[in-house]
């Protein structure tokens, strides 16, 4: 079947193209410390939505369930490819602020903004606690985890000897229960009853489906040929452009005088996950909670449990630093605030712009306390 790209995906893939292209140039020219940085930081944004867009497209072959599987392993290769780069360069601090930041900005920020969109266009919103309860109880535990070597090793426990092999014993727990929870994932991604995520040309929803509504103009499917050939591409871009972004960083923050903590907090995390998860935003706007809900409380789930378990247990062989999961005392405590406020946030099956407001606000006041480290 032959593939026709709507005006949205032919932009994105364009996009993609020409920042990935940018950031090439300036790596290899004399264009200042900080445009090379902005430059990489914008593509790598850009090729981590061209990677979930294109699993997304497999929606209408794979199912609902299936493909939220696909995207668990390939939604988050160029946050991956960024952490292999920067274990290589021995930027252990910078990753750990930026896989906790890549959490709090979906729990928080995202989760924040479309209860503000949400709740200022059609009021109350309310959506079903069941369908997100699963990925709670999911990232509750996996936060869980996190935190012990965290505790083991502040409270001067024998355990701080051991660090490593305790960080082994829990990343391999957390993949564990992500493999297990599989299963059960792919049951219970189905849409919500009546909900449309068909997409228009006027806009993006995220997710697979067929449109209730007739007089909807519905995305041109792509073939798996085309699926295929974007995802090989768009992942080799996102390799060489993460190497190229980590190679800016330290001169960048240097220049903007940043601290490498607030890089990763908030510039690293937001590149990597903004752009991909504004359609929660959109789908909260429509008055679809459940689906804007599904969508952002899966990316930090992800993250949680499968992004930071394998960069735990391929530090070792990726070579430079090692990375654990021992964090600092205030990432920890903010992580535990944040995970512990998305659960009494959501499970109460509504929400209003307030909450939305008093989320976003909270994001801001962490972001300004790592400006300084």
Known sequence: MRSKLSRGDARLLAGGALLSAGSAVTRYSHVGRVVPFIVSALALGVLAAIVGRSVDRLGDRLGSGMTGVVQSALGNLPELFFGIFALRAGLVGVLQAALIGSILANVLLVLGLAFIVGGLRHGRQRFSADSVRLVVVLLVLAVSV????????????????????????????????FVLSAPTSVRRQAPAEGADPAETEGGDAHGPGQSNDPARVRTPAWSISLVVVTLLVSSVAAAFVSDWFVVALNPALSAMHMSQAFAGLVV?????????????????????????????????????????????????????????????????????????IAAVVVLDGESTWLEGACLVGLYVVIAASFWWG
Do not use: C, W
């Open 146 to 177: 996190l935190m012990v070597p965290t505790l083991g090793v502040h409270l001067d426990l024998a355990v701080r000897e051991h660090k490593v092999v305790l960080s082994d014993i829990a990343a391999a727990v957390l993949l564990a229960v």
């Open 268 to 340: 690293v995390a937001i590149a990597g996950n903004a752009v991909e998860n504004v359609v929660g935003v959109q789908l909260a706007a429509r008055n679809r909670s459940d689906y804007a809900l599904s969508v952002i409380l899966q990316s930090p789930a992800q993250i949680a449990l499968v992004l930071i378990p394998a960069l735990v247990l391929l530090s070792p062989v990726i070579g430079g630093a090692q990375l654990t999961l021992v964090l600092s005392p205030f990432l920890a405590v903010v992580l535990a605030l944040t995970t512990l």
